[in-house]
């Protein structure tokens, strides 16, 4: 099973760095599971245009080959102005809807105030709805409050919450492949 985290930023590095943390999170309790950061910074993406997803070239390609080989996401995005990153959102739009049903999907997030967590609700979860991919119930929400001087980790429920969610999207991923698994075999 391969995890893919996704830090849908080009700046800051709080949001990197939750992701991060859950992927080692994961590799930690489930060393079985292949994980790879996906950090939007290390990346020149071009802007969606509303071509065919195969006809990108470079970095978009990419980063495009990157979340077509995942089995399941962890998806971390700053909170600017109320809504996810723009860089984020272009991703979305960039992603062949094909490519992201039926997988497994995480939320992390990271924001200046305590009520930017809503957005994970109102728009990160619709979206994950519009691609048919499957959420994990609890998500991560990071305020600066949360971090220390060295942009460390240093909340206890935030750790534990990152915890939780790691056992959550491994969980379902892995009883959804068994599920495929038992479904390619009763239709053999």
Do not use: W
Not at 20 to 29: A, D, F, G, I, Y
Not at 51 to 64: E, F, H, M, Q, W
Not at 146 to 157: A, G, K, L, T
């Amino acid at each position: 099973m391969k995890l893919v985290g996704i830090s849908g930023t080009i700046i800051g590095a709080k949001t990197s760095i939750v992701v991060q943390r859950v992927l080692e999170e994961v590799k930690k309790h489930h060393p079985h599971v292949d994980v790879e950061l996906l950090d939007l910074r290390d990346y020149d993406i071009q802007f969606c245009d509303g071509r065919n997803p195969s006809t990108y070239t470079g970095d978009t390609k990419k980063v495009l080959d990157i979340v077509n080989s995942a089995d399941f996401y962890i998806i971390g995005t700053p909170i600017f102005q109320g809504s996810l990153s723009g860089p984020l959102k272009n991703l979305f739009d960039l992603i062949n809807p094909k490519v992201i049903r039926n997988k497994v999907m995480g939320f992390v997030a990271t924001g200046g105030t305590y009520q930017h967590y809503l957005v994970i609700e109102n728009q990160l979860k619709p979206i994950a709805g519009f691609f048919r991919a499957y959420v994990a119930p609890s998500y991560v929400y990071v305020n600066n409050d949360h971090f220390n001087r060295e942009n460390e980790i240093v909340d206890s429920d935030v750790l534990s919450r990152i915890t939780s969610l790691v056992k959550e999207v491994v969980f379902m991923q892995a009883a959804l492949k068994s599920s495929e698994e038992k479904l390619v075999t009763l239709t053999q």
